[in-house]
């Protein structure tokens, strides 16, 4: 496997959307990105979600790629807080049935969304979950906390709001490992609030862990699985650690030695793996793993897996909305993606402008790959073309040989051994990134 991890090492999307972001080229205007909205709200079975991007950090932790505001000014809550009002009665006045087609799902990420005080997220949360139509039959609302700016008063506020699902940011247990991240976080911090979400109702508790870090070893990778079995969260994210400093260049600070590569950063995921395995955890998907009772594993087990830009969830909507700067949309034939740099975001909004940055106008056979891309990456089989049978067979040969995937008359699929080269895989549809002569660097390694 050694050899296997050095050659497939290379490269690769993470696929929480097909075209990945940097292949978007037929980008919508802020009309037409209002009327593929309106098209899916028209159908009378659409859904949706919503995601609030809270950018603000006090602290740059460097093994972050997302987009961020490093401040310690928490008067800078209130201006925030008005932007998306605005942001939000913008649409309002456009697509009318956000407020008649039922919303499924809230989810509160960032940055850090308890650096908002617990005023200020009630201030964010109420006055749209009081206009809208919520389905409490299948309503799921979470959010991303930072164990050590998260406050029961927070929780609880937010429990009374509906939500039920908490995920916490520990990525490693190990001291010297989070000072090179710059993330200080001792272990009683992460169970006080892993106990407080417990003691308050929350019912999905979920760990992200990231393997690949400066001075990881197998050794004090194990002490932070064992950690965090002995807390028995519900759900546990287990990611790569992507190094893009051409993106983050806070990450340029490490040094090369200090990372683990190839086969022996592959080696602390399936030492992870095979922990979780033997303590009841099931695999979800690609680098997720969940306790067989959690709504994650039982969305797997009855294929209703999806997959998005928040990455691996339970059930999929017609619509996800994103506000905030930077925030990312969907619908069934648009990409829509909100003003990344922060000064321009507020100038828009505060203008009256819905902030369209960029984003993407899918085709017919954009939305074609899309559906086989999401189906692969959440079952680990999918029906192919007729097309696209001897394509696969050329493209994915060395796969083959190496018995990682199988190409039948009708099918791919993954095997058991393929499991870690999914994205790998996976690129095999991915015509857009293919056409390049020359792959641009904008992609983490695969593995």
């Known amino acids: 496997m050694t050899d296997l991890f050095a050659k497939y090492d290379v490269p690769a999307p993470r696929y929480t959307s097909y075209p990945t972001v940097p292949f978007w080229t037929d980008s919508p ?53 008005d932007l998306l009002s605005i942001e939000w009665n913008l ?9 008649e087609r039922p919303l499924l799902g809230v989810h509160l990420g960032g940055g850090t969304p308890t650096f908002f005080a617990k005023e200020n997220l009630e201030r ?13 039959d299948r309503f799921e609302a979470s959010v991303e906390v930072h164990p050590g700016h998260t406050t029961r008063e927070q929780l609880s506020m937010l429990h009374e709001l509906g939500f039920t699902r908490i995920s916490i940011g520990v990525q490693d247990f190990d001291p010297e490992v989070q000072q090179l991240v710059n993330r200080h976080q001792p272990y009683e911090v992460t169970k006080s609030v892993t106990d407080s979400a417990r003691e308050l109702g929350f019912k999905s508790v979920n760990y992200d862990l990231i393997y690949g870090l400066p ?13 965090t079995i002995e807390l028995r969260p519900d759900r546990i994210a287990l990611y790569s650690f992507a190094r893009v400093p051409w993106i983050k260049p806070a990450q340029r600070s490490y040094k090369d030695e200090d990372l683990p590569v190839g086969g022996e950063k592959r080696a602390l995921y399936e030492l992870a793996r095979e ?3 033997l303590s009841g955890y099931v695999e979800i998907g690609m680098d997720h793993f969940a306790l067989p009772d959690d709504g994650m594993a039982e969305a797997q087990r009855k294929h209703t897996l999806h997959r998005n830009f928040q990455g691996y969830t339970e059930r999929r909507t017609t619509v996800l909305l994103g506000l905030g ?26 203008s009256q402008e819905i902030p369209t940055l960029r984003g993407h106008i899918l085709n017919e056979e954009d939305q074609r790959l899309r559906e086989q891309i999401l189906q692969f990456m959440t079952r680990f089989e999918v029906d192919l073309l007729p097309a696209q049978r001897e394509d696969a067979k050329t493209f ?32 095999f549809f991915d015509q857009r990134l293919r056409s390049q002569e020359q792959r641009p660097q904008v992609f983490s390694q695969a593995l």
């Open 325 to 350: 700067v930077s925030a990312i949309s969907e619908t069934p034939t648009c990409f829509h993606q909100n003003e990344k740099a922060f000064p321009v975001y507020e100038r828009r909004v505060r």
């Open 215 to 227: 001075r990881q070893n197998p050794e004090r990778f194990r002490e932070t699985v064992e950690k």
């Open 91 to 99: 649409y309002l006045d456009r697509v009318p049935a956000l407020t």
């Open 29 to 81: 205007t802020t009309d037409q990105w209002i009327d593929h909205l309106n098209k899916a709200f028209a159908e009378p079975s659409a859904t949706w979600s919503l995601y609030f991007h809270l950018p603000f950090c006090e602290t740059l932790c460097t093994f972050c790629a997302c987009n961020t505001v490093i401040t310690r000014d928490h008067g800078r809550e209130e201006g925030y807080v």
């Open 124 to 136: 964010i949360l109420k006055p749209i979950l009081l206009r809208t139509r919520i389905d409490q």
């Open 275 to 277: 922990m979780l395995g």
């Open 396 to 427: 994915l040969q060395p796969m083959i040989e190496d018995e990682l995937v199988r190409v039948t008359d009708h099918a791919l699929r993954l095997t058991e051994k393929g499991t870690p080269f999914l994205r790998n895989a996976c690129m």
